[in-house]
């Protein structure tokens, strides 16, 4: 019994152990669940944080996507573009057809650009630029096949309209492919990011640029071994495009809503496209005065002093392109950037077009004045004036191609873009119509050498930049603090008084913050870059954190 107890004992001691025990137990086990429950609370946090990162970035990206598949479809495109040009160029040269011949050829090609633009804009604004671009890339695999049938016994009316014919698609085709290009890139940057704009277009545009100066190349290279191989490489290149366009882009892209789509409005655009539109005809007429036939022809004719082979004159055409596309592509960080010019205003637009008549004016005047040029020239002087000169009227072109086709896009709506800027490079495309006709008849009828033709078509080029230029002042700036010594003020040390904006801002009631901007210049007062009204609004309220004054 004893011994029964004494167990009972130790039973009932470890009972009450146990019963003194159970308070940590609990606490132990109430420590652990909330232990548990915090990291269940920690993990959802996690998980809701993973998607709203997955969410932000696909938000950020995610418009990015279009933008590369329209991206690669264009430059696909305009590679075939470039290329063809150059082969109907040079193989009619071949066959004893003339500047104005050949000028004939291509003048359809800008105008079915003209009406295309046009009617693309309100298509693309109606239909979306999916389709737009799969149509562009069928009709330039139609103008291919036409290219097949030009026969060599044809008379030279027959021939001049067959090839003419054909390059009026090729023109439909390229301007339904650059609708896509040029219009994505207001779709996928948000509104009031005008630097990130003018990087996105001055990227497509110059890359579109660079490859067409490829397909200048290419197209020489191709032609110099075989006409109908040539043709095959090109077919090769839209095939290649197609599936991008067709599988990779939503139908609904670039769609504008219906009660906005009417042909009507077409001709009812903001003030400033009009004035901007009306600027580019003058501009690119420009450059085509000389570039597209008579530089070719004088390139190829020995009593210019270089008589060039097929392939070097292709060569110079597409290094001249491609250096124009870079150059477009770096405009932001090359150009304007350094001259606190970026984003571009009015202003300068107004002062680079105004540069663009220089080197035409000297090479003008060397053409027509001088001995340089001509069948008794050294050669190596020639070609030396030639490259220098009409280089640096490239380098000047592209940066006004890009400040042009960054203002249009900035000025454009962004339910009504594609037709918009539709609209906008029906007049790109009038003026290089004009440009190529002109030149033609320059080229052809002008003086009695070709020295005396391409002399008066590079003239011809001075006037009609500068026309761009004076139009140009009639573009309405709404950037706060823009002027028209601005450009060269970022530049140069500043000496110019405030801008107006300015001195509105300091009427307005920050009076005591405006005395201690007293005497501060454009320069001191605003920055470039985005916001150009809070850094006005920064630079007078706190002038101590502002940077000084800038220089070259």
């Not at 019963?19 to 429950?37: G, H």
């Not at 490829?214 to 090769?236: E, I, K």
């Not at 050294?378 to 380098?395: D, E, K, P, R």
């Amino acid at each position: 019994m004893e011994g029964r107890t004494d167990a009972d004992g130790k039973v009932g001691e470890e009972a009450a152990s146990q019963e003194v025990m159970d308070p940590s137990v609990a606490e132990l086990d109430t420590a652990m669940t909330t232990a548990s429950n915090g990291d269940a609370t920690i993990g959802a946090k996690q998980s809701r944080g993973f998607r709203h990162y997955k969410r932000a970035m696909k938000e950020k990206y995610g418009a990015l996507y279009p933008f590369a598949i329209i991206s690669i479809t264009y430059l696909l495109f305009t590679v075939t573009d470039g290329a063809v040009r150059m082969i109907v160029l040079l193989h009619a040269y071949n066959k004893g057809f003339t500047a104005m011949d050949v000028a004939i050829m291509f003048s359809f090609y800008e105008l079915a650009g003209v009406v295309t633009n046009l009617v693309a804009g309100m298509l693309g604004a109606r239909w979306g630029i999916k389709t737009t671009l799969l149509t562009g890339l069928t009709v330039q695999l139609v103008a291919f096949g036409m290219l097949f049938g030009w026969q060599n016994d044809w008379s030279t009316v027959a021939a001049i309209v067959y090839v003419t014919l054909s390059q009026t698609m090729s023109g439909v085709a390229k301007d339904l492919t650059k609708l896509g290009g040029k219009t994505v890139t207001k779709l996928v940057t948000p509104e009031g990011k005008n630097s990130s704009l003018f990087k996105l277009v001055s990227f497509i545009t110059g890359w579109k640029n660079s490859l067409k100066g490829v397909g200048y190349f290419l197209g020489a290279a191709l032609v110099s071994v075989n006409y109908y191989l040539a043709l095959g490489v090109l077919c090769g290149f839209i095939l290649a495009a197609y599936p991008f366009a067709l599988f990779g882009l939503s139908n609904e892209l670039g769609r504008a809503r219906k009660e906005n789509v009417k042909f009507s409005q077409l001709f009812k655009n903001k003030y400033n496209i009009n004035i901007l539109s009306l600027s580019r005809v003058f501009l690119f007429g420009s450059r085509d005065l000389w570039f597209e036939v008579p530089l070719p022809f004088f390139l190829r004719n020995p009593e210019s002093g270089i008589g060039w082979s097929r392939t070097l004159t292709g060569a110079f055409l597409a290094i001249f392109i491609i250096v124009y596309g870079q150059m477009q592509s770096w405009t932001p960080q090359l150009a304007l950037k350094p001259l606190r010019q970026s984003p571009p205003d009015k202003y300068a637009a107004i002062w680079w077009c105004a540069s663009l008549s220089v080197p035409t004016a000297i090479l003008g005047g060397l053409l027509l004045g001088s001995d340089v040029f001509g069948p008794n020239a050294s050669s190596g002087s020639a070609i030396s004036a030639l490259t220098v000169l009409l280089y640096s009227f490239c380098i000047f072109f592209a940066i006004n191609s890009a400040i042009h086709s960054y203002l249009i896009v900035r000025y454009a709506d962004g339910d009504k873009v594609a037709m918009q800027v539709g609209v906008y490079y029906a007049s790109n495309a009038l003026g290089r119509l004009l440009g190529t006709l002109f030149s033609g008849v320059l080229y052809t009828y002008v003086g009695s050498t070709v020295v005396d033709g391409f002399g008066a078509c590079v003239i011809a080029s001075c006037l009609v930049s500068l026309v761009s230029t004076f139009i140009d002042n009639f573009l309405r700036e709404d950037q706060v603090g823009a002027t028209f010594f601005g450009p060269l003020n970022r530049c140069f040390p500043c000496w110019i008084p405030a801008p107006q904006a300015v001195l509105d801002i300091e009427a307005k009631g920050v009076d005591d913050s405006a005395q201690q901007t007293e005497g501060m210049t454009p320069c001191d007062k605003t920055m470039d870059g985005e916001q150009s009204i809070e850094n006005v609004n920064v630079a007078v309220d706190a002038p101590s954190e502002m940077a000084p004054p800038s220089k070259c």
